[in-house]
């Protein structure tokens, strides 16, 4: 598993988590519904500003974002 796939799993893991739905992130975090699936299969190499947008919708700290298990 590429560190893509990792980061697009822990985005749905906490997603899921909180019980957000996809179209709820996405309008959160100002960020592309179909962009937002794409992170979650492993498909989109994310920017600084994703990321950082992805962590405030979710309410958790960046680095949270890449602890994988």
């Known amino acids: 598993m590429d560190l ?3 980061f697009g799993k822990k985005i749905k893991l906490l997603r899921e988590q909180k019980m957000y739905s996809i179209e709820y992130l ?4 100002n960020i592309d ?3 937002i699936s794409d992170i979650e ?4 190499n994310v920017s600084l500003l994703i990321i950082e947008k992805l ?6 700290n960046i ?3 890449f602890e994988y298990e």
Do not use: D, F, I, S
């Open 41 to 44: 299969k492993g498909k989109r």
């Open 55 to 60: 962590a405030n919708a979710l309410e958790v």
């Open 63 to 65: 680095k949270e974002l």
């Open 26 to 29: 996405a309008n959160t975090a």
């Open 4 to 6: 893509k796939e990792k």
């Open 33 to 35: 519904r179909t962009y």
